[in-house]
């Protein structure tokens, strides 16, 4: 028999990998040198990977699973959702120029949004676990919990 797993732990996990990387990206970004752009490109493609299968698992099962009960903080977790994507896609456009470089201007345009993708999905994960983690916590059983998470993990085997 497998040990149940809850849902909201997985989610915890991304969490914790995905600040991993945009603690890095901050750090280069504090500390400009002839690499950055070369060095923001590879660690936002590492975030963007882990931020797509991690948005993909709450959007498609856990955020449906809870809409009837948290219909209102799960709006303004799609919300967040959205301006996260918004300013990925920033620094996605700014680093994918290719080897042309980037003037002046556009690198501190990236460092900006850089900064700005680290704070807003700080901010995210903070209000994602202080609340609607939390409260998924105490309403969901662990069987509710364990069928979300092997549905997640199905996801990220699909």
Known sequence: MRMAVRASDLLRADHRQIEMQIDRLLTIVK???QEMVLQVR???AEIEKLMVAHFHKEEKVFYPYLRTTLGELLAQMDEQHEYIKEV????????????GGLDGRQVEEL???SKELFNVIQHHIVDEENQLLRLADLHLSALEQDNLAATMRDLEVG
């Not at 990925?88 to 700014?94: D, K, S």
């Open 31 to 33: 500390h400009p040198n």
């Open 42 to 44: 590879d660690v936002f």
């Open 88 to 99: 990925a896609q920033g620094v996605a456009e700014l680093t994918g120029r290719g080897s």
């Open 111 to 113: 460092i900006r949004l």
